[in-house]
Structures are given as structure tokens and as C-alpha cells.
């Protein structure tokens, strides 16, 4: 009797391991979104409690605050989509125009001229690169409809996110008072410090990491008007700063992610014109489009960015070393990619405030 239930054990516990096993990736998906709904529950939630007091009525506050988050949002998407849309039907024309051809073989040339051999043997010509661009812009509603795939399983999980976020918002001060009550009476005035630590220290970082985002976008922006007034007949400028700026949520690689889009756009306008082709960076180093100096340009926000703006924004409501904090960032960036970078400083400034108040209790034992 005893192997029959020794064996009806060891086969419940392989169905409820297969299980648990088939369900995990669907589990760690459901994970990823409750914390992207937190994150924007603890970004928000002070506004829905400031509005709540306002017109005493907290769904419609959230309803409000999001519905007019989500317009803006719909709206920038809406006008990039536009404006991307009118510069791919403007390169699409000047890849047929035979000077285009002859700018960009000047610019292979050039560039062979300034780089080392092995590097510039690498440069393709530029009848191939004109072939390969063409290919691309012939394939676009194949890559469209790949793109509108994706973009079927983006909006599930952005749909998902929205419906977390607004029943966390609505019930967060009644799931707060649930996760009180199964706190034992002895630790309640120190899990309530946890608490209140832990929110503060989301919230902090959140609040930081927007303004630094801020900052960046509008740093990146009047960096590339000044460019437009030297003429580098840049356009959606302020697309771009906006890129640089949401890439900057994850640490260190935002201007550089605005930089790639900045560099595409001034060969697709400048093409062709001889003087953009001749322009030097400071008289002195070549810069064919422009392109060395919208490199430079980055790279002065990104010091920017990194010596001044995310010190003081991010760094001190954290409180965390910048040693520990590029540690963090690779083992997240390692377990995770961008995900887990973007996740990484916020997931350890929680651990350490658990931490801290676990050597709290165990000092002070004695006093509960």
C-alpha cells in the first residue's frame, strides 16, 4: 500500500512539474507585464490621487489621466508615421535621379580615402548600395505585413499592460491594505517602512529617469537645430530628439540610438548637394552630410547625460554606487538585454532597501 502511494505521488508531482514546466513561459510573460503595469501604476498613481481629491472619483481620475496619456501618444505616433512616411517617398525619388549616383560614389571614395585599407575595402560601391536600397524599398509591404504581425502581439501585450495598470491604479490603496493585514503585528511598524520605502524609491527613480528622458529629447533637439542652421537640412528633429530621449530609459545607450536615425536622414536629404558633400567639422575634419557632426553633437549630449543629468536626477535617488550601479546593469543587460537594463537599477535599489531592513530586525531583535 505504501509503494502504491509513494508511486501516486511521484506521478502527481510529474503532471503538476509537466505543467508548470508548459505554463512558465506564459507565467514569466504575465510577470513582465504586472511589472511594466506597476512601473506605470507608481509613475501615475500620485497624479490619480491628487485628481481623486479634485473631482472625488478615483476611476474616472485614472480614466482621465491615461485616456489623455494614450492621445498624446497616439497623436506623436500618428504625425511620425506621416512625416516618415512623405521622407521615404522623398528618397524613393532621388534614388532614381542620376546625381544621387555620382554623390554617392564621391562619398564611398571619400570615405575609402580617410579609413584603412581593411576597412574601406569594405565599403560596397555605390551601384550596389543603390541596388540594395531599391530592393529594400520593393520589398516594403512584405516587410509591412511582418511588421503588422509583430505589431498584432505589440498591441496584446499593450492592451494587457493598459488593463493592469488601470485596476492596479483604481485598487491600489485597497491591495496595500490587504498586503497589511497578512503583516504579524510584530513586524507591522517595520513592514510599513518597507513599504513606504520601497514606493519611495520606485517613484524617485521613475520621476528621475523621466526628467533625465526629458532632457536628453530637448538637448538632442536644439543640437540638431543648431546643425540646421549651419545647414544640415535636418528634418523631424523633433522625432528624433524624442527617440533619443524615450532610449534613454534604458542607461547609456539613448543618444546613440537617436544618433542612427539622425545620420540616415541627413544622407537622404543631402545627397546630392555638393556643398553638404564638401562640409568640413570645424574647417578642419571631413564630414560628408554632416555626419561627424551629428556624431559629435551625440556624443557632447551623452556626456551631458552621463556626468551631469542622470547624477543628479537618478544617481542620488538611488543610492547606489556608480560601481554597483554598472555591475547592475550588466548582469541585467546579461539575463534580460535592454529589458533587463531598463528593470535593472529600480529591481536593485528595492533589493537594498530589503536588505537594509532585514539588518534592521536582525540588530534589533531583541527590541520586538
Request: aromatic share 10%.
Amino acid at each position: 500500500m505504501d509503494s502504491v502511494q509513494k508511486l501516486y505521488r511521484l506521478l502527481l508531482l510529474l503532471v503538476i512539474g509537466g505543467l508548470a514546466w508548459n505554463i512558465l513561459p506564459f507565467l514569466a510573460s504575465v510577470i513582465v507585464m504586472l511589472i511594466f503595469a506597476f512601473l506605470f501604476t507608481t509613475i501615475f498613481l500620485q497624479s490619480v490621487d491628487t485628481l481623486e481629491r479634485r473631482i472625488h472619483s478615483r476611476g474616472g481620475s485614472v480614466l482621465l489621466i491615461l485616456g489623455s496619456v494614450i492621445t498624446l501618444g497616439l497623436w506623436f505616433f500618428g504625425s511620425f508615421i506621416a512625416n516618415l512616411g512623405s521622407q521615404i517617398k522623398v528618397f524613393t525619388t532621388k534614388l532614381q535621379q542620376e546625381d544621387f549616383a555620382i554623390s554617392l560614389e564621391d562619398l564611398s571614395n571619400k570615405s575609402r580615402e580617410y579609413l584603412p585599407d581593411f576597412m574601406g575595402n569594405m565599403i560596397p560601391e555605390s551601384a550596389k548600395i543603390i541596388a540594395t536600397a531599391k530592393d529594400s524599398l520593393g520589398n516594403v509591404f512584405q516587410n509591412i505585413l511582418s511588421l503588422l504581425g509583430s505589431a498584432g502581439s505589440f498591441f496584446f501585450v499593450a492592451v494587457m499592460v493598459l488593463i493592469f495598470t488601470i485596476i492596479l491604479l483604481i485598487e491600489y490603496h485597497d491591495f496595500k491594505r490587504t498586503l497589511v493585514r497578512f503583516i504579524p503585528n510584530k513586524y507591522l511598524e517595520i513592514g510599513l517602512r518597507t513599504i513606504y520605502n520601497i514606493e519611495q524609491q520606485i517613484s524617485k527613480y521613475l520621476r528621475g529617469q523621466i526628467l533625465a528622458a526629458g532632457s536628453v529629447a530637448i538637448l538632442s533637439i536644439i543640437g540638431l537645430f543648431i546643425l540646421n542652421q549651419t545647414g544640415a537640412n535636418m528634418t523631424l528633429i523633433v522625432f528624433i530628439g524624442i527617440i533619443a530621449g524615450l532610449a534613454n530609459l534604458i542607461p547609456m545607450v539613448g543618444p546613440f540610438v537617436g544618433m542612427i536615425p539622425a545620420i540616415l536622414i541627413a544622407l537622404m536629404n543631402n545627397l546630392g548637394n555638393d556643398a553638404a558633400m564638401a562640409h568640413q567639422l570645424f574647417g578642419v575634419v571631413p564630414s560628408p552630410f554632416f555626419i561627424m557632426d551629428i556624431v559629435f553633437m551625440f556624443i557632447i549630449v551623452q556626456q551631458i547625460d552621463n556626468n551631469f543629468i542622470t547624477p543628479i536626477l537618478v544617481g542620488e535617488s538611488v543610492g547606489l554606487h556608480p560601481m554597483a550601479v554598472m555591475i547592475v546593469l550588466l548582469i541585467g543587460g546579461t539575463m534580460m538585454g535592454p529589458l533587463g537594463m531598463l528593470f535593472a537599477i529600480p529591481a536593485a535599489g528595492v533589493l537594498k532597501v530589503i536588505i537594509s531592513e532585514m539588518i534592521f530586525i536582525s540588530k534589533n531583535s531583541h527590541l520586538l
